[in-house]
Structure formats: structure tokens, C-alpha cells
């Protein structure tokens, strides 16, 4: 019952700028830890980027300084905004949540659908 929905995709070229959307909706009681994760082509899928529920934030290195992650927990919703874009930051990006259905403290993982992005040079 629980879905992630990623938006904000896109193409785009060296140096330019692209911001990320992910929603949850379903039944949700709480959400714990959310991140962006990536896949290049050909490559396993690495993090990106992680938030706490109480907005506690890492990045992997080769993003640091270029991209931000946030997050509304009023609106189940988390954010990449990602600038100064390489080529090598083509890839999909997904969205990962942890979350609590229903009040019990188990907690579940759920992820996106994906979402490509690519930078051109």
C-alpha cells in the first residue's frame, strides 16, 4: 500500500542544474531514514545522499558541495536538488524510505520506480 513516486528527471547539459522530487503516500505512520541512491549504466547502484527524520544529512564524496538533500515531513516528501552537473552523474536515481506503517516500530524498506538522469557534455 506503501508507493514512492520520483519526479523531476531530465536531460540536461555539463554544469546545469536538476531537482529531484520523491512522495510517498499510502499507509504511512512514520518515516525514519530516506536517501537517493544511483545507478549508472553498466554499474552496481551506489548512494547518493541520506536524510534522517530529524534532517540529519551524509553525502558520498563525489557529490558533496553540488548536490542537497532535504526533506517535508508534512508532505512525506524528500528533495535532491543537484547542481553543477557532470557526465558523470548520468545515471537513475532512485528513492529509498524507511518506513512505519502502522504504529507497531517495524519498519519497512520501500523504493522508488526510478528516474533517469542525464547530463550531456
Known amino acids: 500500500q506503501v508507493q514512492l513516486v520520483e519526479s523531476g528527471g531530465g536531460l540536461v547539459q555539463l554544469g546545469g542544474s536538476l531537482r529531484l522530487s520523491c512522495a510517498a503516500s499510502?499507509?504511512?505512520?512514520?518515516?525514519?531514514?530516506m536517501g537517493w541512491y544511483r545507478q549508472p549504466p553498466g554499474k552496481q547502484r551506489e548512494l547518493v545522499a541520506t536524510?534522517?527524520?530529524?534532517?540529519?544529512?551524509n553525502y558520498a564524496d563525489s557529490v558533496k558541495g553540488r548536490f542537497t538533500i532535504s526533506r517535508d515531513n508534512a508532505k512525506n516528501t524528500m528533495y535532491l536538488q543537484m547542481n553543477s552537473l557532470k557526465p558523470e552523474d548520468t545515471a537513475v536515481y532512485y528513492c529509498?524510505?524507511?518506513?512505519?506503517?502502522?504504529?507497531?516500530?517495524?519498519?519497512?524498506?520501500?523504493w522508488g520506480q526510478g528516474t533517469q538522469v542525464t547530463v550531456s557534455s
Open positions: 499510502g499507509s504511512i505512520f512514520s518515516i525514519n531514514r
Open positions: 529509498y524510505a524507511n518506513i512505519n506503517r502502522d504504529g507497531s516500530r517495524y519498519f519497512y524498506a520501500y
Open positions: 536524510i534522517a527524520s530529524g534532517s540529519s544529512t
